[in-house]
């Protein structure tokens, strides 16, 4: 559906009832261990973002989104002992995956570049131990939702425009837009000492687009749904509440993100936020403050750049030529 049709937060309760069924093992989980079970909930977060196709047959993307984010947390996790690498990996992978969408033969390249490179950018947080875990854990949630998802009626198939090709200019330009906004941003995060230094690097990668009205609506979007979803997180949080309201609290928000994935506002964000936030708040390793201040202050830094980045790139695309 046209960006402009949609409205601003949908809502679907058959896809509510699709997301609680995504998060009977996190609920489980967490009313036994809040930590674990938050850890169930978000290896189920990109199932819950991508929706449900319709056919049955088409459910099968919902493990292949997950072995996307999977492989691309692992690389990201093999570079992070290396700040420089870890730069230098995100500036490149930028540029090349940017450049393979202008290819029609290359169908996973657009999801590669909307998904698969900040999830790069996340894998940045993590050891290459932590983020084989990680990866193994959304390709489980991956394949749970999968089989969950072929116990829904069959919606009504949709026929999808075919998608124009991009100029391998215009990609290219593109790529080095965002690989700059993303490999500045992850160069922040491992200069300040941040937890997770590549949240800063996912937050300019998942707001940049080509387009600068989406660009911004993102940008907007994403900045009010991390800062709603960290007030709820370490809100609740700071109240040391027992688990089975934290177990509720991890339902409540992937029912929202499956019944919203229609929404034209980027409201992912607040649900995603709400389930990873309460999940380090569970773990004690910090106060709610520090993680509520990383994760805002870091989604700001990263929006910044992303903003930033694509001004330069449109003021170099129209100045106009020297005489020479």
Not at 110 to 120: H, K, Q, R, Y
Not at 127 to 153: E, F, H, K, N, R
Not at 174 to 202: M, N, R
Not at 250 to 278: D, K, N, Q
Request: hydrophobic fraction near 55%; charged fraction near 10%; proline fraction near 7%.
């Amino acid at each position: 559906m046209p960006a402009t049709t949609r409205p601003a937060i949908a809502w679907s309760w058959h896809n509510a009832g699709l997301g609680l069924a995504y998060a009977v093992p996190a609920v489980v989980v967490t009313a036994a261990d809040p930590s674990a079970g938050l850890a169930w909930a978000v290896g189920v977060i990109p199932a819950a973002a991508l929706g449900l196709p319709g056919p049955r047959r088409a459910r099968v993307a919902v493990v292949v989104v997950g072995a996307l984010a999977g492989v691309s947390m692992v690389l990201g996790s093999l570079v992070s002992g290396t700040p420089a690498l870890a730069v230098a990996t995100v500036l490149a992978l930028a540029v090349v995956v940017a450049l393979t969408t202008a290819n029609p033969r290359r169908r996973l390249a657009p999801l590669s570049l909307a998904l698969g490179l900040p999830l790069v950018g996340a894998g940045l947080s993590e050891d290459p131990a932590s983020g084989a875990g990680a990866a193994l854990l959304i390709l489980a949630g991956s394949v749970y939702a999968w089989l969950v998802s072929l116990l829904w009626p069959q919606g009504v198939a949709r026929a999808r425009a075919p998608r124009p090709v991009p100029a391998r200019s215009v990609m290219l330009r593109y790529g080095l837009q965002i690989g700059v906004a993303g490999a500045g941003a992850a160069a922040i995060g491992f200069a300040t000492g941040a937890d997770h230094p590549g949240w800063a690097c996912t937050a300019a990668l998942l707001v940049s687009r080509p387009d600068g009205d989406a660009l911004h609506a993102r940008s907007v979007g994403r900045a009010a749904s991390v800062l709603l979803g960290a007030l709820v997180a370490c809100g609740l949080g700071a109240l040391h509440p027992p688990s089975v309201v934290v177990a509720g609290l991890a339902a409540a928000a992937l029912a929202g993100a499956c019944a919203t994935v229609g929404s034209r506002w980027y409201v992912m964000p607040f649900f995603s936020t709400t389930i990873v936030l309460s999940m380090l708040v569970a773990r004690g390793d910090e106060g709610t403050g520090h993680w509520f201040a990383e994760r805002v202050g870091e989604t700001l830094v990263g929006i910044a750049l992303a903003l930033a980045a694509a001004w330069v790139a449109g003021w170099i695309v129209s100045r106009p030529p020297t005489a020479g």
